[in-house]
């Protein structure tokens, strides 16, 4: 046996990852010039989605396409040979039978019939890498005419063909899938780009916005396959919206410090205004003040949260003392208000015992006593001051109509009431008033204090 009946098959290695780095789908020409896009010879090499042609198992009957001559050459038939021999010498065989040669020479072929086999199935099933394939069945292709081997030669050739044919179509298939997950990997990106910046330019929601951002950075980092020119555009613009984001952010938050301090120094004012007027006795202008007080508070804006809620408790304090005090002053007030009714309660049960026809001298003098004692007795609560100077009225009245009956002059110095209606003729030295008091009988009730709305007898509203 010679060196070339033990050496390996020719081109039946596999193809390495550089080669086919730039592998392209082939493109044959056939005799006419026309372009064959299936990547197939003019020679009958089947187009991809066919059947694929058979290759006989030259093993089964290695005869039917080599012998072995006298001298143990090995020959295949080849019905191509431009020589036109028909035949190519493989190798020779000079242990053993011929037969066993032309065996050897068959298992051989149907070596690279197997590889070709095992490249279709990887194809077919996408588990190959399609140009990879293409690679590995061209350099099969290219190793027929010098193969070392007997069997079916056009065959084998028909079914590399085939497969080359399948190969481009899957590879121009692949890149087509490639360029389509590469446009709508880009298009991800873009639409990101796109939402950040318009947060960047437009939202006010920091919080939510700067979480929406580090979730579009996440997403972002799982998006392949955008080319490079691409992808680093779109990146610096997604980086710009960013940074964009981030100064408007700070911006706005150290405005609102500034605010929060300003308003912080507004409210300090307020409070220190609230604590002195918490000991005024001035009930309705303090209490008017202190709504006043209310509308700048609010208007003040909001201070350190820390700060504002201390602010407003010694606000707050400072009025409840306020109105505490003015509850107490109105409880006392009323107290002696009510007293005072029932003292000009007995005094009208005094007066209404007056009888002018016991003697009007005696009434009038009377009638001027109790006056006086009525004057000096105070204010009642509002509404009873129609009622109790109605019924003095009445006794004046009374008291009046016997002095014109008779057509008396007082002797005594009446109530402005009651001097109205004396006889102008009637004359008499006007009895002095005590220092102090008033000349009628009962001054008119003053009012009392009311609270300006929204500062009645009880605090404030509770904090804005």
Do not use: C
Not at 15 to 35: C, I, K, N, R, W
Not at 271 to 285: I, K, N, T
Not at 306 to 311: H, I, N, V
Not at 318 to 328: I, L, Y
């Amino acid at each position: 046996m010679t060196d070339q009946d033990t050496a390996p098959v020719d081109g039946v290695e596999q193809a390495t990852a550089g080669q086919v780095a730039t592998e392209v789908a082939p493109v044959a020409q056939d005799e006419a010039g026309q372009v064959n896009p299936t990547g197939a010879s003019s020679g009958g090499a089947g187009t991809a989605g066919s059947t694929p042609p058979p290759v006989p198992v030259a093993s089964d009957d290695p005869t039917r396409w080599g012998r072995v001559d006298e001298a143990g050459k090995v020959y295949v038939k080849v019905p191509e040979d431009p020589s036109g021999a028909g035949e190519r010498e493989v190798g020779s065989w000079q242990a053993g039978e011929p037969a066993e040669g032309l065996a050897h020479f068959a298992r051989r072929f149907d070596d690279m019939r197997t590889e070709v086999e095992l490249l279709e199935a990887r194809l077919k099933s996408g588990a190959g890498d399609p140009k990879q394939a293409l690679t590995s069945a061209k350099h099969v292709r290219d190793g027929l005419a010098d193969a070392a081997v007997v069997g079916d030669l056009v065959a084998l050739r028909a079914r590399v063909d085939f497969v080359i044919a399948s190969a481009g179509v899957a590879v121009d298939k692949a890149k087509v899938a490639r360029d389509a997950a590469r446009a709508e990997s880009a298009q991800r990106k873009q639409t990101l780009v796109e939402e950040a910046e318009t947060l960047a330019n437009e939202s006010t929601q920091w919080k939510s916005a700067g979480d929406r951002l580090r979730a579009i950075l996440d997403e972002w980092k799982t998006i392949r396959g955008v080319d490079r020119k691409t992808d680093e555009q779109l990146w610096r613009r997604f980086s710009k919206a960013r940074d964009a984001f981030n100064r408007r952010r700070g911006a706005h938050f150290a405005d609102l410090d500034r605010q929060r301090s300003t308003a912080k120094t507004r409210k300090q004012e307020l409070v220190d205004e609230a604590e002195r007027l918490a000991g005024s006795d001035d009930w309705g202008v303090t209490a008017g003040r202190y709504k006043d007080l209310m509308i700048e508070w609010k208007a003040a804006g909001r201070a350190p949260k820390e700060s504002d809620d201390a602010l407003w408790q010694a606000f707050r304090a400072a009025q409840d003392k306020f109105f505490a005090r003015r509850s107490a002053a109105f409880d006392e007030r009323d107290a002696e208000f009510g007293t005072n009714a029932k003292l000009k309660e007995e005094l009208l049960a005094e007066a209404e015992a007056i009888d002018p026809a016991n003697g009007l001298e005696a009434a009038r003098n009377a009638l001027y006593k109790l006056q006086e004692r009525w004057d000096q007795v105070g204010k009642v609560p509002r509404e009873r001051v129609r009622e109790l100077e109605g019924r003095l009225r009445t006794i004046e009245e009374r008291v009046r109509g016997a002095v014109d009956a008779q057509g008396a002059a007082p002797t005594r110095r009446p109530r402005p009431g009651w001097r109205s209606s004396v006889s102008a003729s009637a004359s008499s030295r006007p009895r002095p008033r005590r220092p102090g008091r008033p000349a009628t009988s009962a001054a008119p009730s003053r009012p009392r204090p009311r609270p300006p709305s929204g500062a009645s007898g009880s605090p404030p509203p509770s904090r804005p």
